[in-house]
């Protein structure tokens, strides 16, 4: 047997999230496993690095599963892509060590949350960006996003369905990205909590909007309490754009920005840190 890393993009909208449901065809994850079961010509299950919910796009969600089907790279993408939707692509597979885990081998994640603030929604992207209509100070949000940096205990930033054990998670930056009316909350951690990143873009834009001063997020995070917190922003702005393992773990790429926000995180026209 012979355990492969595979990169799988995907755009969310018309997806009940990766893990499979019940309705047949309405997630991620048995579209990529019917595809990979084709090319290997026997059953493959796979492990993702991170689930993503109803509607959340990816461009790296990085995946594992064994075979003993003797494939080159290339039939596993484009092979498997074959065997897609337009909306799912395989963008690399390569073989790896007997114990990565995508899932517990990686050691952070990260996400692109995307709104535009203007007075029009837009048509051409709506699915992949939030809009906010009002004003914001892009400033007092860069502040408040300062202070989910760090080792936090993020009970009022996640969902009340949230079954993980341990509501502690190692942020490792907010950073707030703009240019002509684009916003990306760019956000890193160890690991992420159910809804926690669209509740922290829910809360920065409370800040933004006048509704809540800078302080009051940290307020919030002491209080463990998500009846405190702001709103639980749509799915459609938000993009998983990264994953990260240990330097000894060689992957082709694991990290790829979104198309709205490449060009905005590359020319670093950056709020954050705020003065």
Known sequence: M???????????????????????????????????????????????????????HATVQVVHFDTDADRPERAWVLGGNTHLPDDISFVWATPVADDFSARFSARWRRYHYVFQHSPARPAISHQHLTHVHRPLDLQAMASAARLLEGVHDFTSLRSKACQAPNPVRDMHFVRLY???????????????????????AGSLLAVGSGDRPVAWLAEVLAAKDRALAGITAPARGLHLVGVGYE?????????????????????????????
């Open 2 to 56: 012979t355990r492969w890393a595979a990169c799988v993009e995907y755009q969310g909208s018309q997806y009940y999230g990766w893990q499979t449901q019940e309705i047949e065809g309405k997630s991620v994850q048995p579209w990529v496993e019917r595809a990979l079961t084709r090319i290997a010509d026997h059953p493959v299950e796979v492990i993702c690095a991170g689930r993503t919910d109803t509607g959340v």
């Open 178 to 200: 703009h240019q002509q009316g684009l916003v990306v909350i760019d956000v890193q951690a160890n690991a992420f909590l159910h809804h926690m990143v669209r509740n922290i």
């Open 247 to 275: 330097p000894s773990v060689i992957l082709p790429e694991t990290l790829r920005f979104p198309p709205l926000s490449l060009g905005i995180v590359r020319a670093e026209n950056r709020v954050w840190p705020a003065f």
